[in-house]
């Protein structure tokens, strides 16, 4: 009984895993590849949110920043590049 408590663990959870792990991605790409393709003044929408820490200036950057980690963290999210460093 123990055995196959640790062999349903050990091979669904990995499969578990895999499926959320590309969904997320897949998710975080639908949201981000439009923000980096609206262009400056999308950019400085996104980043104008940055006045709530006090930063007054650079909006277009933190808002291309913040749509750029969306998109291509989502696509590292799929590969499962660099996903043990974010967790």
């Known amino acids: ?3 196959n408590c ?3 663990k050990s091979t ?3 499969w578990g895993f895999f499926f959320l792990r590309i969904g ?3 998710m975080f790409i639908l949201h981000g ?3 980096i393709t609206a262009g400056i003044e999308t950019w400085n929408y996104l980043g104008q949110s940055m006045s709530f ?3 007054g200036s650079g ?3 933190f808002g291309f920043l913040a749509a750029f980690s969306e998109a291509i963290g ?4 799929i590969l499962g590049l660099l996903t043990r460093l974010g967790g």
């Open 1 to 3: 009984m123990k055995l």
């Open 6 to 8: 640790i062999l349903f």
């Open 12 to 14: 669904y959870s990995d």
């Open 24 to 26: 997320i991605g897949f």
């Open 33 to 35: 590849f439009p923000k």
């Open 53 to 55: 820490l006090g930063i």
């Open 59 to 61: 909006y277009t950057f």
């Open 74 to 77: 989502g696509l590292f999210l």
